[in-house]
């Protein structure tokens, strides 16, 4: 499962992925945090207009036993949000990368990119992770 | 055990039934349309079943029948200290004079409870090494909200306002969470890797901001924390006090006296070690037990003892105040203190003896079996994990807990301690016999077994006790916490 | 000893299993100089019989002579079915419901009584319950704070002084001193003085809390100050000491409360000293995720089966830790039990009907002390089963003194509470249950008429 890892997409070491789009990103969580967390419960996620910064918290994710910070993969202001999750987390559980996305951020400083890894840079972390 | 499929109580009955039995009036009735004006009346009478005595009996008596309990079998669950409750304490308890005492009567008039209360007081202080021990927390997190207020009172009294508190990453989740409603910051201290934590841990993040260190010991691994000491003295030099969390304790009586080893604070469970019944989730009873230094700031009020006379203290200009009403958890305190009287001292220390002598005899016949993070001596409890089944069959630590109730055991703690993944956390405690045990040795390596020949059958556990694996996503998300009349939205 | 099954063989038979020579050996691991040298100085073990017979001389220093308390507890005995199904083995040793499958027995009892307590209040969900009251009205205040942002509070001086105090404690960690609470005084009547709350309520007050009926048995206008509450953007927070009263007076959840709050140990059959009690907590839909304590939902298991689990369990600090709603593990389970099976056995209309019983008690009490001479009633709102009577020579401990020669115990002289001995020294606190018999009033009647003061 955990080559499930769109080439796409660019990916971080908390877990999250990046779809990007010009200067717009699409973010949300891997199929391998959903395994790691099992059903997914709730989802609070900031609101529109709200400003996140790379590598800071700007929600989180709860199954059954667990709570699960989210950090953001970049810097940016928040124009959507995925608000059917509200009522429907398990999208989260079923299609992680699609349906299951969380916000879309407008990027501040496309700089950022290049601290993300590629799909096969993020297999290799998961691996490396396993092997622990 | 009988497993009835047994509905809800607003599901019995008919319209107008009632199993009460009330006296009559015997004077004039009261209308509150007559002696009230509208704004304190109630608009629609709460609806609460309507059914007879019969049927209340039968319905409670058979969810009673879809229960594990220590009276039926072993329930070794970690920390907890499930060990047989004694019905003389039952008894006791029911004594009409401690049974129906209100708590305003006159302290002249509840005499014998307020002994009982300074006798048990007492022989904590003897049993942890104590000055003063206050009964009035209800359970051990209460103890633990407590304790840390005495801290803070102390630091306060001192003129200081250290805002940290040291906390070993293996710790249950009372203890952080205790820290955060006094409006402290937690430092997580990481365990070594024998389990233990450190001297150096501490000394790297002990400074002059650090209020307290909330140690659990034995700790939550069922290791003894050997350099408690060591780690005291350094939390001393730099003005912070020392946490002790007493869900372990049984491991300890008569044994060790935790304040003598540095302990400044440690609250005790009743309703573990002495014990008190667990009752389905409660109620327990957390006293706490303090040195000198923080005597002055304990809650209010105490019980004092004047010659033949008991009475209760108010005036304790610096107590933190009240954690609750009245005065503690009396039903508890009774039976506890029933428990001690029939122990003794030589009982209590055998008790903590054969309790660390079950934990280590399943640890001795398990380790060949099951993944042991700590191959060493524990004290009252072992931590196994999924380690190696989960690698070699897939079968996980859940799977395993779910397969034994269908041996007619209620499972272990699972997954905790969180620095353990996978953990079984088995407690056995000293009331269990030797055969005992070794029937659940047996059932646990027939799981073992199982989930190399037949992993599936484990994995889909239980089969035999009624129900399948309950679906707790679904009650996450769609929360249905009560019982409604057909129709009614949930609001 | 009888709890400890282990013989010298089961013993030499299980160090051998363990590889070690000696029981001694096991506590390797504790340094020596820590070790308790001396054995623990406590008295001698006792058989059962003996330890029962020290007991029940403890026990006979007890006085149980007739009594008319309330203050928070108001004894409303229990039927003999009650203690017998609490007595029952499966109830009471059993532990928390973690593992659902061989727990519902505990689980549909605990869902059961949520239901009965949020029916009782009038609100949409109530927890597996608190501590006792005390407790209960201290986290509702926390929750009110993180519900709002605000810091500070207002408490109207009808509430029980010893919950005012329990909030005080737990508000102190905030740092914000003597200034997070504002008291709101009391009418003549004796409710509260709805001027003064208005004055008290501004920006950064997070909720308002009323008891009622209040700490003196007086009824309170609920609608009026749940409406001035949310003018202000603050929660209303009621408190419930005497669940009987939900029967007839208006429950907090209809005038439009956030939260509601209470004691049912009452009803528990045991008073035992005041604990362990049961505190309730209901509160709106909207604000379960904020919501203190366990939890039970409904669910189903693998094969469609309705069962019931420990749920939203995200909240609470064995998962959350440090950024839990609480630090509370227990519920009062067994307690909560006893609760709910005497709920169920009176039912609608015997709660009803065990209620209208204390309020035609209280009024014969009310008009019967009313009339002696020297004596008044100190407040006369509203009243359920409880009423306040100023007694003739200006102290109510001393008349309470006088009338225990005589094996009365008229009620608790408010002069026994800090915060109320100035104003109130003079005043008894009489709590009338249908434990008291109309034999029972007229005895303490006569027995109020005799002492002058």
């Known amino acids: 499962m955990r080559e499930d890892c769109p080439d796409d997409l660019r990916y971080t070491k908390d877990h999250e992925w990046a779809r990007i789009e010009g200067n717009i990103a699409t973010v949300g969580i891997t199929r391998h945090a959903v395994e790691q967390l099992g059903d997914i419960t709730q989802v609070d996620l900031p609101k529109e207009g709200d400003e996140v910064a790379q590598a800071t918290v700007f929600g989180t994710v709860e199954s059954v036993k667990a709570v699960s910070d989210l950090f953001a993969p970049l810097t940016g202001r928040v124009i959507k949000v995925n608000d059917p999750l509200q009522d429907s987390p398990e999208y989260v559980n079923e299609d992680p990368y699609d349906e299951g996305w969380m916000i879309q951020i407008e990027l501040k400083d496309p700089g950022e990119l290049s601290k993300l890894m590629s799909a096969a840079d993020y297999v290799a972390f998961l691996r490396e992770l396993e092997s622990q | 055990m009988m497993r009835h499929r047994e509905k809800l109580i607003f599901e019995h009955g ?54 594990f309990f220590i009276d039926a079998g072993l329930y070794p669950l970690g920390s907890c200290t499930m060990k047989y409750n004694p019905k003389i304490n039952e008894r006791v308890a029911r004594l009409a004079e401690f049974a129906s005492i209100h708590p305003y009567r006159p302290q002249a008039e509840m005499q014998g409870s307020l002994e009982v209360m300074w006798r048990l007081e007492r022989a904590l202080c003897e049993i942890g090494g104590f000055e003063r021990v206050t009964l009035q927390p209800a359970a051990g997190a209460h103890g633990e909200l407590c304790g840390l207020m005495l801290i803070v009172a102390y630091h306060r009294d001192r003129g200081r306002r250290p805002s940290k508190v040291l906390i070993p990453d293996s710790a249950h989740g009372t203890n952080p969470a205790s820290v955060s409603l006094n409006h402290l910051k937690v430092v997580t201290l990481p365990t070594g890797e024998d389990g233990l934590l450190h001297a150096d841990t501490v000394r790297a993040a002990c400074d002059d901001d650090v209020a307290a260190l909330m140690l659990t010991n034995p700790s939550t691994l069922g290791l003894f924390e050997e350099n408690v000491a060591e ?173 034994l109730m269908d041996h007619g055991f209620h499972p272990p703690t699972i997954y905790f301690p969180l620095v353990v993944p996978g953990a079984l956390m088995i407690e056995p405690t000293e009331t269990e016999t030797p055969e005992t045990l070794d029937e659940f040795v047996a059932a646990m390596r027939s799981i073992a077994d199982e989930a190399r020949r037949d992993p599936e059958r484990v994995k889909s556990a239980p089969h035999e006790v009624g129900m399948r694996r309950l679906d707790e996503a679904r009650a996450a998300r769609n929360p249905k916490l009560r019982w409604r009349p057909q129709g009614e939205s949930e609001g | 000893m009888r709890y400890l099954p ?117 609100l949409d969900v109530a927890n597996a319950s608190m501590y006792d009251g005390a407790s209960a009205c201290a986290e509702a205040v926390l929750m009110a704070r993180r519900l709002t942002g605000r810091g500070r509070v207002v408490l109207a001086r009808g509430l029980h002084p010893e919950y005012r105090e329990v909030c005080a404690a737990y508000l102190r960690g905030a740092e914000l001193g003597e200034e997070s609470r504002a008291e709101a005084p009391w009418l003549p009547s004796g409710s509260c003085d709805l001027a003064a709350l208005d004055r008290l309520l501004a920006d950064d007050i997070a909720c308002v809390v009323v008891q009622s009926p209040n700490f003196f048995g007086v009824l309170e206008d609920l609608d009026a100050i749940a409406k001035l509450a949310h003018s202000r953007g603050a929660l209303a927070v009621a408190v419930v000491c005497e669940p009987a009263a939900m029967a007839l007076a208006r429950a907090p959840g209809e005038a439009g409360f956030d939260l509601a709050v209470g004691e049912g140990l009452g009803f528990c059959g045991h008073t035992s000293l005041g604990g362990p009690g049961v505190g309730l907590l209901a509160a709106r839909a909207e604000h379960v995720r904020a919501l203190p304590g366990r939890l039970v939902g409904e669910t189903v298991d693998a094969d ?110 408010l002069s026994r509470f800090p915060s109320l001995a100035v104003d109130l020294g003079d005043t008894l606190l009489i709590g009338i249950t249908e434990a008291h018999r109309k034999a029972d009033i007229d005895r303490l009647a006569s027995a109020l008429a005799e002492y002058r003061g």
């Open chain 2, 14 to 67: 008919s319209p107008g039934r009632t199993g009460a039995s009330l006296p009559p009036a015997e004077v004039p009735e009261a209308e509150p349309a007559d002696v009230w004006p509208a704004n304190v009346r109630r608009g629609t009478e709460p609806r609460l079943p309507e059914v007879s005595e019969v049927e209340v009996t039968r319905h409670f008596t058979r969810l009673s029948q879809w229960n």
């Open chain 2, 231 to 403: 780690i005291a003295e350094i939390v001393h030099a730099r003005g912070g006090l020392v946490y002790m969390d007493g869900a372990n304790f049984n491991a300890l009586m008569g044994k060790l006296r935790p304040g003598e080893t540095g302990v400044d604070v440690m609250h005790f469970n009743l309703h573990k070690t002495f014990t008190t019944p667990h009752g389905g989730g409660g109620p327990g009873s957390g006293p706490v037990g303090v040195r000198q230094a923080l005597v002055p700031f304990l809650p209010t009020p105490t019980v004092e003892r004047e010659g033949e006379r008991f009475r209760l203290e108010f005036n304790r200009p610096k107590s933190v105040g009240r954690l609750r009403s009245f005065y503690g958890n009396f039903g508890m305190h009774v039976r506890a203190y029933t428990y001690i009287r029939e122990m003794g001292a030589a009982g209590l220390t055998r008790a903590t003896e054969l309790a660390v002598l079950n934990a280590n005899y399943l640890r001795a016949r398990l380790k060949d079996t099951y993944h042991l993070p700590y191959d060493r001596l524990c004290m009252h409890e072992v931590v196994l994990s999924d380690k190696t089944l989960k690698r070699d069959t897939g079968v996980q630590t859940l799977d395993v807990a779910k397969r």
């Open chain 3, 6 to 122: 282990h013989t010298q063989a089961d013993v030499a038979r299980m160090l051998e299993a363990i590889g070690v020579g000696s029981i001694e050996e096991l506590f390797s691991s504790i340094p020596s100089r820590l070790r308790l040298t001396r054995e623990l100085d406590l008295p001698p073990a006792l058989d059962e019989a003996t330890l029962l017979g020290h007991l029940q001389e403890l026990g006979s220093k007890n006085r149980t002579h007739l009594a008319f308390l309330g203050a928070g507890i108001h004894h409303h005995p229990a039927p003999a079915s009650v203690d017998m199904l609490l007595s029952r083995a499966e109830f009471y040793t059993a532990y928390t419901p973690y593992q659902p499958e061989i727990s519902q027995g505990t689980l549909q009892a605990i869902f059961e009584f949520q239901t009965i307590v949020a029916e009782l209040f009038g």
């Open chain 3, 304 to 413: 469609g089966q309705r069962g019931y689990v420990l749920t939203l369990a995200t909240r609470e600090q064995h998962i959350r830790r440090e950024r839990a709603t609480s630090n509370i593990c227990t519920n009062q389970g067994l307690m909560a039990l006893a609760f709910t099976i005497h709920m169920c056995m009176l039912g609608r209309h015997g709660l009803t009907r065990l209620a209208r019983i204390n309020l035609a008690r209280a009024e014969y009490a009310r008009r019967l002390l009313g009339r002696l001479p020297g004596y008044a009633l100190r407040f006369d709102g509203p009243m359920f089963n409880e009423l306040t009577l100023r007694v003739p020579g200006g102290s109510a401990s001393r008349c309470v003194e006088a009338l225990g020669e005589r094996g009365v115990l008229p009620g608790v002289p």
